[in-house]
């Protein structure tokens, strides 16, 4: 998708020169269109890439994601909760 794009905005700068045969881009287009029929879906390389990224990870142990607000929230104010009783019991 990305070469096809890329061919695609130079086609559009070159205009109606970029199509024809005096520049290699009307075979690149042409190429690169092959290739996404070839290559097969963006969402097979999507799934794909996105189960390699993910196996160097592991779900966290209680099933929320880390950076979950009202998760973050509660361990904050479990941590400081000292400081926290020192600030309000001022007021």
């Known amino acids: 998708a990305v070469l096809h794009d890329v061919v695609d905005r130079a086609l559009q700068v070159h205009g109606a020169l970029g199509y024809s045969t005096d520049?290699?881009?009307?075979?690149m287009y042409r190429?690169?269109?092959a290739a996404r029929i070839y290559d097969g879906p963006d969402e097979v390389h999507r799934q794909?890439?996105?189960?390699?990224?993910l196996r160097g990870y592991e779900a966290p142990p209680d099933g929320v994601p880390t950076e979950h607000v009202p998760t973050r929230r509660e361990a904050a104010r479990a941590r400081f909760a000292d400081l926290?009783?020192?600030?309000t019991s001022n007021d």
Not at 23 to 27: F, I, Q, S
Not at 48 to 53: F, G, L, N, Q, T
Not at 84 to 87: C, D, G, H, P, T
């Open 31 to 33: 190429f690169a269109r």
């Open 84 to 87: 926290l009783e020192a600030v």
């Open 23 to 27: 520049l290699p881009l009307e075979a």
């Open 48 to 53: 794909s890439v996105a189960r390699r990224i």
